[in-house]
């Protein structure tokens, strides 16, 4: 074990009917990913709320992992176009906020594609591991305050993800 | 926490011994080769126009690669009859860049001086060799010496047309070089260096 | 500070968790760290989803009055119906527990040991911060209509309809052709037992025209379906036949004056021809013919009439309009079958250039004794008999360029071909295959037989099919190129007739279908079933099941097994009376609502209707699936999904996160 | 006005001349314009691939860098984004490169920093690589070239040949087909002339065989020149220059292994195009070709003046690398052997 390797902390969140089984399998089939990514399991990618994002950042992830069924594959017929054109907005407000779009990844990935979950998974984690460390928002000891992540939540405003693309 | 490297995830997913050449062929093959998933159907075998002159299709050589099978491969003739035409590749029901791993074979086979007949290689090496100089191909010069060396008795039958070729006006026969030689050599030396290393 | 008692139970599952994860550290840990937040007891136990695990849970909530129960074992998709009943028994809301996965995201993925101990203990204080914003909830009912509709009468749909009709329940069956029967209709024999097609089918036909149990609605679409599980309004679209039903007797006189020919596309597939004024075919159910208004000499020039004139029943009506016809179901079923598989796609096997190059539907007709060539197998110029046949396998299927998944019934009708080639012509005949896939009861039997008759196979994917010779032998000829795998050699074979056993692929119009029904579609088209395994018939959306093809390629057997469970399953719902419904809701507080219809347009499922008088938008909770995209999107922050909440969910982040151990 | 960037290639300088001849005789009444990259070099052909890998692609990529490099110094109208390679191998070569740059990151990665070396950079994905015959039939159009026709090649039955390289293997998705495209078909129609009903239009003419070995391609040759020769054609049209050299050059050799006596011109499509648009012969090139298209063309009425071929002694300074007389030597020193 190298001590000096920054570990990231990684939140992920998946959809119950496709991602989240893609976990499942990955575990049944015994693959082998890294471990630094935790899920929270959603009944749909459309259910993300952006601040969950900004909530896990703040909170001290440093990388946040959305995953939902294939366009086209939705449970709930098309919900997961919606994920796709939040979290295209959201990567633009993160580099207002001046933190890497590269912290945030979205994925596709079907029930069936426990390799891809794994895959994916690690590759996310070096791409954080070379990002480093997320600063942001940080005082200088360390995290920051619970007020203070409250606001940020709430700085943009949920509304602002769908009035910009509802046509 | 230890270190999950992208290597060492698929070192892990790639650890049977016998597919390390298959992998091998995969990984010195540009673009995305697919060879792994080959179901060995013969859409290859089928389509080739030079198959009947081939020691072995390429999807026995794919099976091949699978077993492991080095020096057969590399000795094979078939990379080598291969005429680029690309059926095999937007036939294949598996998307092997086929044609690209014919061009891999060929180049694994020099450095293991593994071909058979040195006719093939030398061309392209010929050719190579003119393009580093020069820049650009030299039709005359490159026929001409490779004639000379490998048909050599073919040369008298050869001459009419060569010589129509020149008579037409179709073949210079004094090379042309680009401007910026020491550019392309700058490059080309760099593109050694890092094919050594990958 | 919460006030809730919450206990944590940790499983080893045998060593399957135990190998990897220190379960007895972590069970301590949660019970010392995770106190502040309430958890009063946490224990390790080998099973927990044993008998003896369960009891030792209902034992402390009994006992030591839990409030919330977190189990960290396997996957929530496995067990935790298990561990909710166990709550429920103990007389805790089954939904006031939560399972952490440790198991298929934790030890089975990890090997670091410390590493795997850590993350179990993040999981599990995410599982603990979620689970005390859990909501005791109860579970919806809502009460059945008996009635059915069945979409698509081939031979899955006639068996869905006639198992729910028999069982005394009332269905409506729409087909979009003029009669029902289906692909199984155009067939000539089927395999393996090489029954006549028709006389095993047109039995079901009429029995589903004649029950009383059973509305037939043929030439028509279903052009609207609203509401939900048990309470489906459907409006569907008869299109106007011009043919007054009351008083036409099928007689057929009408088909046989009409002056108008026209090629057969649909069930002849094209090699035959038909009049404006048809029957698809003889035995036809229902009887009444269609009259096909684009090729009418009447509705194209305004004159002819020769079908009004010579109809003894006075039964043809030119006025004739499209009728929509209203009617309320409490279960959908989909048997809505496929489509060939475009064989031009393939332009090296020449279809569509090459004259004697066949799909397999045209082969089918031209093998069937009320074909166009009346079952007399003859090359394209109509007289011709062929010496020799090639019939090629996995035409546009397990292809990549095409579609990527075996159609499952190309090998099987491959071999019947060879049969049948070979017993009507005495042709050689040449199968060429990647893999012969003849798994079913009797099916390699069926291979064994065709060996036997000496047909010759050919393992190699078949490069091309060309008219370009080479030599004398080949001229004139259509010559199949290919490597035969086994002699490791190219070949190129000769032959006068070329049989594509195309493959099946969804509906051209799966995916709109797919939407106006509210279920989903694989990325290939077909529709998809709630589990592989273990609910092929059910889809996502509770009171649609899916039956035959529409689901994936399959054959006959398999598309009557599917047609019967999906009845079963109807059935099963219809005498339940009423149906429970998963609690997880959106629903909005009218106190907070602003009525700015922001979430009006993003249900799929139209659940959400806003309501002018009070300026607020209201969700119908029978109609909403629990996506929660609208909670997502909500501006002012006033729909909340139960199961699913702003609150869990941040909940579970800070717990993930660990942030929950530092106090508040 | 139409302007693209042009990757002529070696071929186009030497033996497919009458090539580049009749394209430029073209360009004006369909309201072209080519601006060649400057200081382009080879592109490898086949060979290169088959040495090493990232030399090869660094090759040909120094070419995409330098177009690149060239549109950014272009201004206001002319800019593009297109580089227009009229031979099939240099179309390949171009296209391939750019698409595995991009498919295998890695390899985009390393031509880089080769061309780094020369200070030079290419960002895949930036330029499209199209074929000549491309930018006709889909930018310029058939009915522009049919307007332009003034000397329909009525009753002259052509054999459409592609070749393989240019539908093949398509990663962009240019072609109506990969097996039996109808673009060369569409445009020799448009041209008046009676286009027969080839299956062989995507075969291939042997490439580089006829160097390492010409059994194996003399075959596909004659595959192509028999069938063709059977289906009634007076000539084939051809869009390559390899495919070009390899049927005409390699025909009477042909003819010799196999004891048969084919007679089968081929002319590249623009020169067919130049002569419906009412050029002179001489002008297109024509007369150039080794199996001569005098007769086929005397079909349609087009007089092809018989060429002067030029003899004499060479001046000296334009010395061959190896006399004649000194191969015959070798020649004997072999046979010896």
Redesign the interface.
Known sequence: ?DNNTFEP?I?GFTCN?CS??A??L???A????A?NV???????S?????T?VL??LA???DGVMITGC?P????????NY?ALR?FLLLKRVLAGLGIEAGRVKLVWASAAEGAKF?AETTAFVEEIRKLGPLAWGKDEGGRMK?EESENSSFII???S???EV?P | ??QMTDERVRARLTREEDLSLLHEVSMKTAGVSHLEMC??????????PS??DME??P??LFAMLRAGMRDEVLRSNTQWICVSCY?CV??C???VHIADVMYTLKGMAIKAKLYQDSTAPDFSQTFVDMVETYGRSFEFGLASRHYLKHFPLRLPGMAPMGLGMIAKGRMGIKPKKIRRMDQLKAILERASQLELTS | MNQEKIGVYVCHCGTNIAGVVDVEHVAKWAAEKLGRQGVIVARDYKFMCSSLGQELIEKDIKELGLTRVVVAAC???LHEKTFRTAAKNAGLNPYLVELA?I????S?????KA??TE?SK??IA?AVSRVIENRALEEIKVPINPNTLVVGGGIAGIQAALEIANAGFHVYLVEREPSIGGHMAQFDKTFPTLDCSACILTPRMVEAGTHPNITLMTWSEVTNVAGYVGNFHVTVKKKARFINEELCTGCGICEEKCPKKVIDDVFEAGLGYRKAVYAPFAQAVPKFPVMDKENCTYFLKGTCKACEKFCPTGAIDFKQEDQLVHFDVGNIILATGYDLFDARRV??YGYG?LPNVFTSLEFERLSNAAGPTNGNIVLRDGKSTPKSVGIIHCVGS????FNNYCSVICCMQGLKFAHLVHERTGATVYNFY?DMRTAYKAYDEFYQRVLEEGTLFV??????V?????DEREKGKLII?????LA???RRIPVDMVILSSGLQPRRDS?EVG?QF?I????DGWF?EKHPKLDPVAT?TEGIYIAGCAQGPKDIPSSVAQGAAASARVLDKILQKEVTLEP?KASINAEKCSG?R?CN??C??NAIAYIEDDNVSNINPALC?????C?????A?AIS?T??S?EQ??A???G??L?TLEG? | MNKYLLYPGCSMESSAKAYMESMNAIMEPLDLRFEEIEDWNCCGATEYLGINLIPAYSLIARNLALASDQIGRMNGMGRTRTVVAPCSACYLNLAKADYYMQERPSLGVKVNEALAAGGLQYKPGTLDVRHLIDILVYDVGLEKIRGSVTRPLHGLKVAPYMGCMLPRPDYQHRWS????PTELDDLLRALGAEVIDY??TT?CCGGHMTQIGPETAFELIR?LV??AD?RGADLMATVCPMCQMNIDAYQNEMNHHFGTDYHMPILFFTQLMGLAFGREPGELGIGMELVNARNALARIGVEVPITQEPSGPRKKDEGLPMPRRWTRHEVRKEAVK
């Open positions: 074990m902390t939140i009917w989240y089984r976990a499942d990955a575990g049944t015994r693959m082998k990913y471990p935790r899920l929270v399991r959603l009944m749909c459309g259910r993300l709320d952006p969950f909530r896990a909170q001290g992830a294939h086209g594959e939705c449970h709930y017929l098309e919900q919606k939040r794994a619970d405003h949920p509304s993800f769908e009035k509802t | 926490m230890p179901i060995q159907c013969g859409t290859c075998g089928g389509s080739c198959a009947m072995h299709t999807r026995m059926h937007v036939r029901p598996q998307e | 996957s929530p998709h996965s198991r298929e995201q934790v089975w993925v990890h090997t670091d590493v795997a993350k993040a999981v995410g332009s090296n250039r397990r292809d990549k360029n990647i393992r190699g994917k078949v490069a091309e060309t008219n370009a010779a080479r190129q290919v490597e035969d795998t490791g050699k190219q995916k939407k509210g989903s579609c694989s990325t998809t996502m997880i700015c922001i347009g993003l799929p499922f699936q629990g996506c929660g995209t909670v997502a999107a909500c501006p922050g999904g199961g699913f702003d969910i941040m579970q982040i800070d993930l996160l942030r508040v | 087909d990969h097996e039996h299956p062989l075969s595959r028999a069938d059977d």
